[in-house]
């Protein structure tokens, strides 16, 4: 296997862990806003979205490197107890709402901010719908 000790309490304390650091980075401390606007330029680890859907709206929005991270590990996680469908589903439902948040505000959202609760929460009902024990198995 890939991950063979990775498990959902560990995935779902890393997503704890990014969602607190995106929401200090952006909101608190605004260490993320300021690194970035002033190199001038994009870091290389990171997805630009263009915002072309309103005339208000930044011109392009950015995708972090943990996003894309943490979505693709707590999908090998779900995938593992067999329901990596849910979290393929809910991993695109977060990244658009926290693209249309971001349009609608016209700041930046932090994507953590929908990624973790949507994906966790999803996730943790299918599995209680299907009768697995995400938290306790291995």
Do not use: Q
């Amino acid at each position: 296997t890939i991950f063979p000790r990775l498990n959902f309490r560990l995935a779902a304390t890393l997503g704890a862990i990014t969602f607190i650091y995106d929401i200090l980075g952006v909101y608190v401390i605004g260490f993320i806003i300021v690194l970035v606007s002033g190199l001038g330029f994009l870091p290389p680890e990171v997805l630009v979205v263009p915002s072309a859907l309103t005339a208000n709206a930044p011109n392009l929005m950015i995708l972090g490197l943990g996003d894309v991270i943490f979505g693709g590990v707590f999908l090998f996680t779900a995938t593992r107890y067999g329901i990596g469908r849910t979290a393929f589903w809910a991993y695109c439902v977060a990244i658009m709402a926290a693209y249309a948040i971001a349009i609608v505000t016209h700041y930046p959202v932090p994507a953590m901010i929908c990624i973790v609760p949507i994906m966790l929460g999803s996730t943790w009902l299918e599995a209680r719908l299907k009768g697995v024990n995400i938290v306790l198995n291995p």
